[in-house]
T-cell receptor, first 114, second 118 residues
Framework: SQQGEEDPQALSIQEGENATMNCSYK?????LQWYRQNSGRGLVHLILIRSNEREKHSGRLRVTLDTSKKSSSLLITASRAADTASYFCATDSAGGTSYGKLTFGQGTILTVHP | DAGVTQSPTHLIKTRGQQVTLRCSPKSGHDTVSWYQQALGQGPQFIFQYYEEEERQRGNFPDRFSGHQFPNYSSELNVNALLLGDSALYLC?????????????????FGEGSWLTVV
């Protein structure tokens, strides 16, 4: 079953613009992790944000988490053509023995035009 | 430091056959999970291995089985292949912590094994 739902499903922008992707989920979580996937390839880990954190940064990436609204956002600033990929949020749900079992949404397809 | 490695990269099987996929976790990791990703979908959790035992399982039939070896590497076996088993199979590794006060570790994925069932 899907836990995370990404929005929008597809996003098309010009190089240099910012890209914002949103993720909503249904149950309490231990953490939320964002991944990038280039076409036909594996998942590249971007950021992990824990349930007691509200914001994290990594280079051009900024992730926020609002546990009261069960939502997260990923902001990519000053986008590049190389950022073109699918982006997934994945939740590790609270429950003691669920550590390491990720539930993914269907992803956001980001296209950055040169 | 080698990341998560998977083999083979691509393979084609016939309906009814059996397949074995292999995974070596990232150095220092002791937990391996397997995911199935159909085209255009997000990955779906199959099962997780820790200390050579299956610890958690997703909604997949018994045709999907696995194994973890003492060196933490893992295999995914699928019997009686169906056309619908065609997908990218992803292996993920992490360092386990079953402490209820801990909120989990980063989970790293391999490049995946593309399985086509014809």
């Amino acid at each position: 079953s899907q836990q995370g739902e990404e929005d929008p499903q597809a996003l098309s922008i010009q190089e240099g613009e910012n890209a914002t992707m949103n993720c909503s989920y249904k149950t309490s979580i231990n953490n939320l992790q964002w991944y990038r996937q280039n076409s036909g390839r594996g998942l590249v880990h971007l950021i992990l944000i824990r349930s007691n954190e509200r914001e994290k940064h990594s280079g051009r990436l900024r992730v926020t988490l609002d546990t009261s609204k069960k939502s997260s956002s990923l902001l990519i600033t000053a986008s590049r053509a190389a950022d073109t990929a699918s982006y997934f949020c994945a939740t590790d749900s609270a429950g003691g023995t669920s550590y390491g079992k990720l539930t993914f949404g269907q992803g956001t397809i980001l296209t950055v035009h040169p | 430091d080698a990341g998560v490695t998977q083999s083979p990269t691509h393979l084609i099987k016939t309906r009814g056959q059996q397949v074995t996929l292999r995974c070596s976790p990232k150095s220092g990791h002791d937990t391996v999970s397997w995911y199935q990703q159909a085209l255009g979908q997000g990955p779906q959790f199959i099962f997780q291995y820790y200390e050579e035992e299956e610890r958690q399982r997703g909604n997949f039939p018994d045709r999907f089985s696995g194994h973890q070896f003492p060196n933490y590497s893992s295999e995914l076996n699928v019997n009686a292949l169906l056309l619908g088993d065609s997908a990218l199979y992803l292996c993920a590794s992490s360092l386990a912590s079953w402490d209820r006060g801990f909120s989990g570790n980063t989970i790293y994925f391999g490049e995946g094994s593309w399985l086509t069932v014809v």
